[in-house]
């Protein structure tokens, strides 16, 4: 069936339900685990990964837009979602009500927009408000989170079920107690005017990690759940999370080269010895040698970027482009194509056109319109690839 592909992506679904199992073991059980699915679940595919920790008995869920709500939706998700961020037209408001998404409140615009929609639709709706207590994003004032408590208690349709912040540098402890002391004064306040908002939140993945005592009532984790560790940005032992994604293709072309040989444009390597010349079917169009560049932050953190390039030049496995073919790493060559690239093997590698080879397309940069193969256990851990999968959800 995936042989009419020649680059998909596998995504573990039993990994993403171990995932789990490791957040929700660091859990009091009074505490709500609201799964983050935005950005396409970190690119894992958000109705399959909502789908399955579902299953799993996982009744919250939040992403950042409204279409990635209604996508949910349309895919048939019950459970509640939350949206992150302001909607800022009372049609949008609207339609988030119509489907009967928690609504984060931001600022006393939005409020004054949902109190119009609420009122038009006559339909309850569960509310949130959102706090800026350092993040420098969106969020609502004390003096702010007040006006809105006291205008949206009024509309008997408008439920205030919780309230919610977000921190900057959970790494920073000075900062992240202070974020956190912002927060609970503004609950404070409040509850002394009489408005008591049940759920309170305020940890992401990190924040949940290194702060107990910030779990509240409820937890927001995302990145954990995709097998990262917030923390070292890598996978991590002691926790054993696990990575539940792979970018596949197929190796379509096979040539032995004679030393000396130039690869790519511009000529920009040259064979130092005869090898064999793998071409696969994955370019810089799918994500391929593209990087996340912020500006460096500081002029050490511009000389780590140097480092590392320097490194990648001088070929030092980790810091150049590696792709796995049968279970062995091979460096890419010259530069990346639109639609393919170069890698060099061995004489004596024993690789030939239509071997599967592993790619480190980064998850979140990865093309929507490539094909998702959904792998759940039960089948015989063959390489065969039709008996390993289960299922196969195409989007798009
Ligand atoms: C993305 C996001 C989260 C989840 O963060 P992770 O670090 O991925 O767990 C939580 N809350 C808000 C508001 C977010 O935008």
């Known amino acids: 069936m995936a042989s009419n592909y020649n680059k998909w992506i596998e995504i573990d679904l039993d990994i993403v339900r171990s995932n789990l199992q490791i957040v929700r073991s660091k859990l009091a059980e009074e505490v709500r685990l609201i799964a983050v699915v935005k950005a396409d679940a970190y690119g894992h595919g958000a109705p399959a990964v909502a789908q399955v920790l579902y299953q799993e008995g996982v009744d919250f869920f939040a992403v950042s837009y409204l279409d990635e709500a209604l996508r949910l939706r349309q895919a048939g998700l ?18 988030a009500i119509e489907n009967n998404l928690v609504i984060s409140i931001t600022s006393p615009e939005e409020a004054s927009l949902l109190r119009e ?8 709706v569960r509310v949130h408000l959102k706090v800026e207590t350092g993040l420098g994003r969106f969020g609502l004032t004390a003096e702010e989170a007040l006006e809105v408590c006291r205008s949206l208690s009024e ?18 402890r000075k900062y992240t107690e202070k974020q956190f002391s912002r927060f609970q004064q503004v609950i404070r306040r409040l509850e002394k005017e009489g408005f008591s908002l049940p759920v309170k939140h305020c940890a992401n993945s990190a924040v949940f990690l290194l702060y107990p005592h910030m779990h509240l009532n409820a937890v927001r984790i995302g990145t954990l759940l995709s097998g990262q560790h917030p923390l070292l940005g890598d996978f991590n032992s002691h926790l054993s999370l696990k990575d539940p994604y792979k970018f596949k293709a197929r190796v379509i072309s096979v040539r032995t080269k004679e030393k000396g040989s130039y690869l790519g444009y511009f000529r920009t ?18 994500g391929l040698a593209l990087e996340i560049a912020n500006p460096p932050l500081n002029w050490i953190d511009f000389l780590k970027m140097q480092i590392k390039r320097f490194l990648a030049y001088l070929d030092v496995p980790g810091f150049n482009l590696q792709v796995k073919i049968n279970g062995s790493l091979y460096p890419v060559r010259g530069k990346v194509f639109m639609q393919m690239a170069l890698v060099e093997l061995p004489l004596e590698a ?14 979140t940069l990865a093309r929507p319109d490539v094909p998702r193969l959904y792998i759940r256990e039960g089948e015989a851990g063959k390489l065969d690839f039709a008996n390993k999968v289960t299922y196969l959800v195409e989007e798009g």
């Open 78 to 95: 019950k459970a509640s979602i939350m949206l992150f961020c302001p909607l800022i037209c009372r049609e949008d408001m609207m339609e």
């Open 117 to 124: 929609a609420a009122a038009r639709l006559n339909k309850m």
């Open 155 to 172: 509309n008997s349709c408008i439920y205030l079920e919780g309230i919610y912040t977000h921190m900057a540098h959970a790494v920073n």
């Open 269 to 286: 390597y040259r064979l130092k010895k005869e090898s064999k010349v793998a071409v696969i079917p994955v370019g810089f169009v799918d």
């Open 350 to 363: 024993d690789v030939k056109a239509g071997d599967e080879v592993e790619i480190p397309v980064r998850k």
